[in-house]
């Protein structure tokens, strides 16, 4: 049974910095994407940034582009969110997914993950 269980959600000035842990168990995630996704109020999700987990390699939304790193660590099975630069529209709630697929590109959809945790709240204030 795959958990993905997020941590280090809190409240943050404009300009601070979090980071975000999903923890990963229940299966060998090699051949998984990982993604981070972010839902504020009355939105839908957004994605924000994706991992291949066997490889490293990495792609962004534009809108957190060299300000946020998404990576893995594969001895704590363990997927993080570093979080610079924090910005008042960055507050929402931070979810990690796994999914599977060839192009991280294809990645951006929140259709293509299966496996969600229950998300974490990132608030920053201004």
């Known amino acids: 049974q795959v958990q993905l269980v997020e941590s280090g959600g809190g409240l943050v000035q404009a300009g601070g910095s979090l980071r975000l842990a999903c923890a990963a168990s229940?299966?060998?995630?090699?051949?998984?994407?990982m993604g981070w996704f972010r839902q504020a109020p009355g939105k839908e999700h957004e994605f924000v940034a994706a991992?291949?987990?066997?490889?490293?390699?990495?792609y962004y939304a534009d809108s957190v582009k060299g300000r946020f790193t998404i990576s893995r660590d594969n001895v704590k099975n363990t997927l993080y969110l570093q979080m610079n630069s924090l910005k008042p529209e960055d507050t929402a709630a931070y979810y990690c997914?796994?999914?599977?697929?060839?192009?991280?590109?294809?990645?951006?959809?929140?259709?293509?993950?299966?496996?969600w945790g229950q998300g974490t709240q990132v608030t920053v204030s201004s």
């Open positions: 229940g299966r060998t995630f090699s051949n998984y994407i």
């Open positions: 997914a796994a999914g599977t697929g060839d192009l991280l590109l294809a990645m951006r959809r929140a259709a293509r993950y299966g496996y």
């Open positions: 991992i291949r987990w066997s490889d490293g390699s990495t």
